[in-house]
């Protein structure tokens, strides 16, 4: 069986472990390898190596493997999960310069933010490998006496994981690691632009130990997959990254079957800098949080509200910044904005402009000449909420400026969506800070930082940006049910 075609020869001798890199689908341990659809490389728009298109039948094979083997894995005590999470967590840094070449590859991002993705995915497998030995139930005092009740907690079942292709690595590992930790087995839909990453973590899961069905991977088209995925009795949770329209369809089609369910959905995250923000500070957030992933992140800045007094001093520090930044393929040195991920994803960041500058916005950054993959990072004052880049999540590096006078603005504007995600908002008054905080409709704020990814905080939305949590000490919740066990007779 060969698990490689003659297009990914290149990936395949820039590794220094060519055989993580597979074109093939794991269903019950078998690789199962076919060329039905091709997978491009986004720098290039060429074809980078192709993938299996799985059906139905081959759906059905892969629940029914993860169902056979959670008999075996949930009977394993919490401490031998651990362990073996940990040692693909050790895996998975012994080999993160190759895991970060093929996420460049097939995503596009700059290879050390590729390399940032494969320690922030490494970082729930570990979170997670300890937590498992946490999962605590509690006794209840009993009315009634002569009984005890105990909450147990058990797993909740085989598991379905769509993934999207922004972060083909740690969404992987947000929704698998607890999963594993809680005694679920898994069979994992990654997005067909992004196959790769899944199929490598795979192999590494392997080498670590953990036994054949427990984790399962189609590659293909979503529709067929996703559908028999939703339809099927066996599979007890789906947890899905991706946008609230694919969100809200995925739920339609889990209701007769009462799954529970994780969604991580879309946003349009405010990012406030108030008068007495730090401007350095205020600055160095707005470019993480805006242009990390190219601006292809669901927490990213999408909307960037700045109070009068200050605007203009921002607005001159940040476009000197976004002028400065490298634009390149990811695998060039220095990159710091690779390509899009595909021409839909172009055509919906030029459609935002063309709108915004017809609608009065001004560019503040200087326009370069770029090959078709990539789009020109920049930002735009004189944003207005009728713009489409006001109530639509663009995606991609485009900074908006929102001009505001005062706090009860601001706050009107950052919660006049049906999104809520991430807030960010920048002030050194620390009873606005408390204040603002509180107020904003966002699962996840950050206060005076660019940053809210980490393992160890919950993250998830309000409103339409989903369902649940993932990470931290909610993160493994999401994959365990409650038995209560009333014990009589004592
Ligand atoms: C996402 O964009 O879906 C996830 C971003 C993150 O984990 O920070």
């Given at each position: 069986m060969t698990l490689h075609s003659a297009f990914a020869a290149d990936i395949r001798d820039s590794l220094s472990d060519p055989d993580l890199f597979r074109e093939a689908a794991l269903i019950d341990g078998a690789w199962i390898a076919r060329a039905d659809m091709e997978v491009s490389n986004p720098a290039t728009g060429g074809a980078l190596g192709h993938m299996p298109d799985c059906t139905?039948?081959?759906?059905?094979?892969?629940?029914?493997?993860?169902?056979?083997?959670?008999?075996?894995?949930?009977?394993?005590?919490?401490?031998?999960?651990?362990?073996?999470?940990?040692?693909?967590?050790?895996?998975?840094?012994?080999?993160?310069?190759?895991?970060?070449?093929?996420?460049?590859?097939?995503?596009?991002?700059?290879?050390?933010?590729?390399?940032?993705?494969?320690?922030?995915?490494?970082?729930?497998?570990?979170?997670?490998?300890?937590?498992?030995?946490?999962?605590?139930?509690?006794?209840?005092?009993?009315?009634?006496?002569?009984?005890?009740?105990?909450?147990?907690?058990?797993?909740?079942?085989?598991?379905?994981?769509?993934t999207p292709w922004n972060f083909p690595n740690a969404m992987i590992t947000r929704k698998v690691a607890p999963g594993l930790a809680a005694g679920c087995t898994m069979v994992i839909k990654p997005s067909d632009f992004t196959p790769y990453s899944a199929l490598a973590l795979c192999v590494l899961a392997e080498r670590a130990g953990i036994p054949k069905g427990v984790l399962n991977v189609l590659t293909g088209r979503p529709e067929e997959i996703g559908a028999t995925l939703t339809a099927s009795p066996v599979v007890r949770k789906l947890s899905f990254t991706g946008s609230t329209r694919v969100g809200a369809l995925l739920a339609e089609q889990c209701a007769p079957t009462l799954k529970k369910m994780s969604l991580e959905l879309g946003g349009n995250a405010p990012f406030i800098v108030f008068d007495d923000a730090d401007l350095d500070a205020a600055v160095e957030g707005a470019m993480a949080s805006k242009f990390r992933n190219g601006g292809q992140t669901c927490v990213c800045a999408n909307r960037i509200l700045v109070q009068s007094g200050i605007h203009d001093a921002f607005v001159a520090v940040l476009a000197a910044r976004?002028?400065?930044?490298?634009?390149?393929?990811?695998?060039?040195?220095?990159?710091?904005?690779?390509?899009?991920?595909?021409?839909?994803?172009?055509?919906?960041?030029?459609?935002?402009?063309?709108?915004?500058?017809?609608?009065?916005?001004?560019?503040?950054?200087?326009?370069r000449d770029l090959p078709e993959q990539f789009a020109d990072p920049m930002v735009l004052t004189g944003a207005t909420p009728e713009m489409r880049l006001a109530s639509e999540e663009t995606f991609g590096p485009v900074a908006p400026i929102f001009r505001f006078e005062t706090e009860e603005e601001a706050l009107a504007i950052a919660n006049?969506?049906?999104?809520?995600?991430?807030?960010?908002?920048?002030?050194?008054?620390?009873?606005?800070?408390?204040?603002?905080?509180?107020?904003?409709?966002?699962?996840?704020?950050?206060?005076?930082?660019?940053?809210?990814?980490?393992?160890?905080?919950?993250?998830?939305?309000?409103?339409?940006?989903?369902?649940?949590?993932?990470?931290?000490?909610?993160?493994?919740?999401?994959?365990?049910?409650?038995?209560?066990?009333?014990?009589?007779?004592?």
């Open positions: 139905a039948d081959e759906t059905t094979q892969a629940i029914a493997a993860a169902e056979a083997a959670m008999v075996e894995w949930k009977k394993k005590t919490h401490a031998e999960r651990a362990d073996l999470l940990m040692a693909w967590y050790q895996l998975m840094l012994d080999h993160a310069d190759d895991l970060a070449l093929i996420l460049t590859a097939e995503q596009g991002k700059p290879l050390a933010e590729a390399k940032g993705e494969i320690l922030y995915g490494a970082s729930f497998m570990r979170w997670f490998a300890e937590e498992a030995r946490r999962i605590n139930g509690h006794i209840i005092p009993s009315p009634v006496p002569g009984k005890k009740i105990f909450a147990m907690k058990e797993p909740v079942g085989v598991c379905a994981i769509i976004v002028d400065a930044l490298k634009v390149a393929a990811g695998t060039e040195a220095g990159a710091e904005i690779g390509p899009m991920i595909n021409a839909a994803a172009l055509e919906k960041i030029s459609a935002h402009v063309e709108d915004a500058l017809a609608r009065g916005a001004t560019r503040a950054t200087a326009s006049g969506t049906p999104f809520g995600l991430a807030a960010y908002f920048y002030t050194t008054d620390m009873a606005r800070a408390f204040r603002f905080g509180e107020a904003l409709e966002a699962g996840l704020v950050g206060l005076n930082t660019g940053a809210v990814s980490h393992a160890e905080a919950p993250f998830g939305g309000v409103k339409s940006s989903g369902l649940g949590r993932e990470g931290a000490q909610e993160g493994i919740e999401e994959y365990l049910e409650t038995k209560a066990f009333h014990f009589a007779g004592l």
